[in-house]
């Protein structure tokens, strides 16, 4: 792949996925000669995005919201000012502004994906910004006894060890322009984010999973840092990856990017706390099972662990341009 200046075409890159590892790690990669395409899941029904799927009968803008925030070239406060959530006044409690203006953008348009795309222009992003799907998914899960739970939000809260997730309804349709940008990419990346409840509800839209399968494409995972509690307790790197074909019955990625870089105690204290602890590196075992791995210290710690977006995008950048030298 040509540098950039030297007139090649930006390489394709489709990043599915939803939660705020999602959205630190395109911060980072919006800052690369790529042409971005994030697909995010429909299936959240907590807190303000809960809210507005249950009145107003539209897919859930919390995620999108934040994908749109990472990927605007905007100034800091109108960013600050679309992740706003409005602590007071009936009704209005708990809403973050961001998704007001989506919810309002979808009745204007009549559509939610005309509404994000709308915003997306206003915001001047940089990439396109898809749901999965036009329209709400309900996420399920049977736990290790066999009950079931039903609700994104509700299923880290059962204390019982996730033994699948699935979604209603099961045929649900994807995006056409989602299945369309998949076939079209040079790189796909799922990751990071919630196992159970941000990856898996995308994988599970049949036609994204088959067009993922299907694309002649360069296939990353990034693995979360973190386990988290409820969702992926004492998982594995091989046990995220297992999960994954686990349910879709098919070994779907080239590269696994992982963090090997050390914790400092405190940190791990803190989180430990609630329940969560570094994910451990089975490198013997990923790699036995035919994945390529790329470990480095990839983590920043302010408030609370984070990939190093800039370094992360690095190395997936660096990925996406030796995949297309090799196919010249």
Not at 75 to 95: I, N, T
Not at 153 to 164: E, M, N
Not at 175 to 183: G, M, R, S
Not at 189 to 218: C, D, H, R, W
């Amino acid at each position: 792949m040509a540098k950039a200046g030297q007139g090649a075409r930006k390489a394709r890159i489709v990043v599915i996925g939803g939660g705020t590892g999602l959205s630190v790690m395109l911060r980072g990669l919006k800052q690369k000669p790529l042409d971005i395409t994030a697909i995010v899941t429909v299936a959240d029904d907590g807190g303000s995005s809960g809210i507005l799927r249950s009145e107003l009968q539209m897919p859930p803008p919390g995620d999108i919201r934040n994908v749109l925030t990472a990927l605007a070239d905007t100034e800091p406060l109108l960013a600050d000012m679309l992740s706003y959530r409005f602590m007071g006044g009936a009704g209005l409690a708990g809403h973050s502004l961001g998704n007001l203006i989506l919810a309002a953008m979808t009745d204007i348009s009549g559509d939610f994906v005309a509404g994000v795309r709308e915003l997306s222009r206003v915001l001047a992003v940089r990439g396109r910004v898809l749901p999965a799907a036009n329209q709400a998914i309900l996420l399920k899960a049977e736990m290790e006894d066999g009950s079931i739970v039903e609700g994104e939000s509700q299923i880290p809260k059962s204390g019982l060890a996730i033994r699948r997730v699935f979604i209603e309804p099961a045929d649900v349709e994807p995006l056409e322009e989602a299945v369309e940008a998949i076939a079209e990419a040079d790189a796909i990346l799922i990751g990071p984010g919630s196992l159970y409840t941000s990856i898996m509800p995308n994988l599970l839209v049949p036609k994204l999973a088959e067009a993922i399968l299907n694309a002649q494409a360069v296939k990353i995972f990034v693995c979360n840092v973190m386990t988290q509690p409820g969702e992926t307790d004492n998982y594995s790197v091989g046990d995220h990856l297992h999960a994954i074909h686990a349910h879709i019955g098919h070994h779907l990625f080239d590269y696994v990017i992982v963090n090997n870089g050390e914790i400092p105690p405190q940190v791990h204290s803190m989180y430990a706390e609630q329940g969560s602890a570094a994910v451990h590196l089975d490198l013997d075992e990923v790699e036995r099972r035919g994945y390529k791995v790329i470990a480095d210290r990839l983590v920043l710690f302010r408030t609370y662990l984070r990939h190093d977006a800039a370094k992360l995008s690095e190395h997936i950048y660096q990925l996406v341009e030796d995949w297309m030298l090799r196919k010249e």
